[in-house]
């Protein structure tokens, strides 16, 4: 059984930093690319980020690009996103997610991945 953790959510000022993590455990982490989505108040599921599962390629929605970094440790199981210079329509609970299948590559798609974290809760001050 694959679980997805979350952790590192907070309130932050705007123009401030956070680093969200997520946890792997239940099969091989470093076969499966890995996603992050979020989904604020009232809107739609949005995709964020998403890395390779060797870490080599990684895609970001134009919202964030040049403003968060995705990141994985195979070794330790576990992603990362470093976001900065939030601003508040950042806000929202941000989602890990792990493809369904052998997928290496990158996919901003979320019917690709099946297993999904229980979320993490990013909260920007004006």
């Known amino acids: 059984q694959v679980q997805l953790v979350e952790s590192g959510g907070g309130l932050v000022q705007a123009g401030g930093s956070l680093r969200l993590s997520c946890a792997a455990s239940?099969?091989?982490?470093?076969?499966?690319?890995m996603g992050w989505f979020r989904r604020a108040p009232g809107k739609e599921r949005e995709f964020v980020a998403t890395?390779?599962?060797?870490?080599?390629?990684?895609d970001y929605a134009d919202s964030v690009l040049g403003r968060y970094t995705i990141s994985r440790d195979n070794n330790l199981k576990t992603m990362y996103l470093n976001m900065n210079r939030l601003k508040p329509e950042d806000a929202g609970v941000y989602y890990c997610?792990?493809?369904?299948?052998?997928?290496?590559?990158?996919?901003?798609?979320?019917?690709?991945?099946?297993?999904w974290g229980q979320g993490t809760q990013v909260t920007v001050s004006s």
């Open positions: 239940g099969r091989t982490f470093s076969l499966y690319a």
């Open positions: 890395i390779s599962s060797n870490g080599g390629s990684r």
């Open positions: 997610a792990q493809v369904a299948s052998m997928m290496t590559g990158p996919t901003r798609g979320p019917n690709n991945y099946v297993y």
